[in-house]
Nanobody, 116 residues
Framework: EVQLVESGGGLVQPGGSLRLSCVAS????????MTWVRQAPGKGLEWVSY????????KYADSVKGRFTISRDNAKNTLYLQLNSLKTEDTAMYYC?????????RGQGTQVTVSS
């Protein structure tokens, strides 16, 4: 059974930083690309970032490019998302997703709230 457990969210002021983590189990993590998505209140799922299985290829939504960094540690079965220069519009529930589609298996999410 695929299990993905996100953590690291919280309340932060605009301009602040957070580091999200996602611990994976139940599948061979190192064989899968991974994706971060987010969902703001009242809105649909928004694709945020992608990383291939080896970590050598990354992609970002235009809205987060230059501010967020995706990475992974295959030895620890863990996916990361570094969030810098946070804006109020980044407020959302953040989910890690198995695979390249935003509709793959995902965890319970971690809430990021950006507010002064």
């Amino acid at each position: 059974e695929v299990q993905l457990v996100e953590s690291g969210g919280g309340l932060v002021q605009p301009g602040g930083s957070l580091r999200l983590s996602c611990v994976a189990s139940g599948f061979t993590f190192s064989s899968y690309s991974m994706t971060w998505v987010r969902q703001a209140p009242g809105k649909g799922l928004e694709w945020v970032s992608y990383i291939n299985s080896g970590g050598g290829t990354t992609k970002y939504a235009d809205s987060v490019k230059g501010r967020f960094t995706i990475s992974r540690d295959n030895a620890k079965n863990t996916l990361y998302l570094q969030l810098n220069s946070l804006k109020t519009e980044d407020t959302a529930m953040y989910y890690c997703v198995q695979g390249a589609s935003k509709y793959g298996a995902r965890g319970q999410g971690t809430q990021v709230t950006v507010s002064s």
